[in-house]
């Protein structure tokens, strides 16, 4: 379904690179590396692409849609797309010593590579990447992405102080962005979101706009279905992933974890909350559902099954009262 979501702020984007000469960002390649991306750790399993005779082409081809998703400028994909990784890999006993030893090896190549080469590529590209420690990009870049995180900190401060005006009964969601005019006398948007309930915090976002019920009921919410995805992790580390519909389940696994965790502490909007969770939570229930009856099937095989391991292990293929003579050698 991510390839058919309208990125919300890409005229934002447009609009300020061509008024202020900012950087030019492409938010929906961000959308398009994921869905590519998610949809090949759908395909294959994570030792596939460490393979020689299937990695050889899988692997260098994911390396290339990341660089295409890097255009958009947003290091929210890079942390969602690294937390999803970890995560599904866990599902999928990835972790042994050899398949560690050459996925560590390939990463520190990636990264000299990367920081060597960091400060030549295109500056939406450096944007997305200045987040990771001590790496050299352009001031351009950098001055980008730390307007934004000043600008965040200063709407999480505000958010702040007005959860004790809102606490017991939410503020309720704010003004439609298009009759909000508070940038015409504020151009860093922070009145604008503010007006709006934005905060880029689920928890500040959610006590400010539905009071401590709704935020109750929220984390609740998300707690449930983060109780439920380590219960299904737990079932893939059984039975493993032998199939899609397997690989699906540790991939909305690691992408509910993910998604949880960048709510909460890092890009929120309490406003959306339902709309980011409430596919994903469907998902994840109908996931379970179905594992648990792999589970049962793991632990107790259908009766024809049996029937099979126990022919093979007699040599007994006949219908009936199949009995083996035993006739003594002569001579």
């Not at 024809?304 to 035993?326: F, Y």
Request: aromatic fraction near 14%; proline fraction near 3%.
């Amino acid at each position: 379904l991510r390839f058919f979501e309208v990125p919300n702020d890409a005229f934002n984007f447009q609009s300020q690179a061509m008024r202020f000469g900012g950087i030019r960002r492409f938010q929906s390649l961000a959308i398009f590396a994921q869905g590519i991306i998610l949809w090949m750790l759908i395909r294959y399993r994570f030792k596939d692409f460490f393979n020689l005779r299937t990695g050889i082409y899988i692997l260098p081809l994911v390396l290339c849609v990341f660089g295409i998703g890097l255009l958009s400028g947003h290091r929210y994909m890079v942390v969602v797309l690294g937390m999803t990784v970890i995560v599904a890999a866990y599902a999928q006993r990835f972790y042994d010593f050899r398949t560690t030893a050459v996925f560590a090896t390939l990463a520190s190549i990636g990264l000299v590579i990367g920081y060597g080469a960091a400060d030549k590529l295109p500056l939406a590209a450096q944007r997305a990447l200045s987040f990771l420690p001590g790496i050299k990009v352009q001031s351009r870049a950098r001055l980008d992405a730390m307007a934004t995180w000043h600008t965040r900190k200063l709407l999480r401060e505000q958010g702040m102080k007005l959860i004790p005006n809102y606490f017991w009964v939410g503020r309720g969601f704010g003004l439609s962005a298009t009759t909000d005019y508070s940038n015409r006398w504020d151009p860093t948007s922070v009145t604008a979101h503010i007006n709006q309930g934005t905060f880029y915090n689920g928890f500040i976002g959610l006590m400010v706009n539905t009071g401590f019920p709704g935020t109750f009921f929220m984390i609740i919410f998300i707690g449930y279905g983060t109780w439920i995805t380590l219960k299904m992790i737990r079932i893939l580390r059984i039975i493993g992933v032998d199939d899609s519909f397997l690989r699906l389940c540790s991939i909305s696994s690691g992408l509910w974890i993910a998604n949880a965790v960048g709510f909460i502490f890092l890009h929120g909007d309490s406003e959306f909350a339902m709309k980011s969770f409430a596919l994903q939570a469907g998902l994840q229930l109908t996931a379970h559902y179905h594992l648990k009856n792999r589970l049962d099937q793991y632990y107790n095989p259908p009766k024809e099954e049996m029937d099979e391991d126990e022919e093979q292990r007699t040599g007994s293929s006949g219908d009936g009262d199949d009995r083996r003579v035993l006739i003594p050698a002569i001579g």
